[in-house]
């Protein structure tokens, strides 16, 4: 589904029928989409209950790994939207299922540079996570005939956004992958920029990784979109048809290419991070099947 594809099409009242009639499940990306940091955006409450209501499965699936699913419908809750946990596939998520279905022996242990949402799902998986908030505030000193020490059971290394990142969590890092045999080197996502608050973009968790690529000269393994581990792991739960899905995000190069690369329909939204402006640009290659302004607009056109 990739390659030329023709420009997409703007979401209007005569095209929506047609699109919602062919899609058994929306899939919705979190930022951008859903909500802009603690800000729910206009209307969305209301088009989830309409989904629901007409018989739609929804399925969130976010790029942000400082949270676990748990912590995911907390959030959703405070804003008054009711999804479960099951309902929610995370990057954090991801990076403890590809360790589970790879068979990582459970007595290596993993180190974490990101969020408290990787050590919780890595937990709740079986495994033993190191580092992550609990080295937020830890400094690696330069000293002669001073060894930084690392952990030689490390097997794995995740990578994901981290509001604290730090040199001594680099070196960790940095150690563990050069320095134990056969250590893997797994990314929940490279988004560049991310909303972390309403009004303006952050960094992502593309430069942390970066950071670590740049060390330990190696490239890693993602998790996150646009990968299709995700996918695969939440058809097997549905046992649903990817041709009857429409992903719904706010990025072109992770959510739509995402879509794209599982043969699901797509709809940007540009509530988030991709501006019309941009969709449109002649060097973007990335195109999706529709776009609206926010998710609200599937509700507003169909006229419910």
Not at 40 to 53: A, H, P
Not at 80 to 107: C, H, R, T, W
Not at 116 to 121: D, N, S, T, W
Request: glycine residues 10%; contains cysteine.
């Amino acid at each position: 589904m990739n390659g030329a594809k023709s420009a997409a099409q703007l979401l209007t009242a005569t095209n929506v029928r047609a699109l919602f009639d062919s899609v058994d499940a929306f899939l919705f990306d979190c930022d951008g989409v859903i909500w802009k940091g603690d800000k729910l955006i206009d209307g969305v409450l209301q088009t989830l209950e309409m989904l629901r209501s007409k018989g739609k499965k929804l399925v969130f699936v976010t790029n942000n790994s400082t949270q676990s699913r748990r912590q995911f419908a907390d959030k959703f809750q405070s804003f008054g939207v009711p999804v479960s946990q099951d309902e929610i596939f995370s990057s954090s998520f991801a990076a403890a299922m590809y360790l589970k279905v790879n068979n990582f022996p459970p007595e290596k242990k993993v180190y974490a540079i990101g969020g408290e949402g990787i050590i919780e799902e890595l937990q709740l998986a079986g495994y033993t996570g190191l580092g992550g908030p609990a080295d937020g505030d830890k400094r690696a000193e330069w000293k002669s005939n001073c060894l930084f020490e690392h952990d030689k059971s490390v097997g794995a290394v995740v990578v994901g956004l981290d509001p604290n990142i730090n040199y001594y969590k680099l070196q960790y890092g940095t150690l563990c992958i050069r320095e134990n045999p056969g250590c893997l080197f797994i990314a929940t996502n490279r988004d560049a920029v991310g909303h972390m608050t309403d009004l303006q973009e952050w960094p992502g968790a593309g430069c942390m990784v970066a950071a670590i690529c740049g060390s330990t000269e190696r490239e890693p393994i993602v998790v996150g979109k646009p990968s299709t581990f995700l996918m695969e792991f939440l058809l097997k739960k549905f046992q649903l048809s990817t041709s009857r899905m429409c992903m719904v995000g706010d990025r072109l190069d992770t959510d739509i290419l995402f879509g794209q690369n599982a043969g699901c329909k797509t709809l940007l939204v540009l509530s988030g991070v991709t501006t019309q402006s941009i969709l449109e640009d002649p060097s973007n290659s990335i195109q999706p099947d529709f776009y609206a302004s926010k998710v609200s607009d599937v509700l507003e056109l169909l006229g419910e």
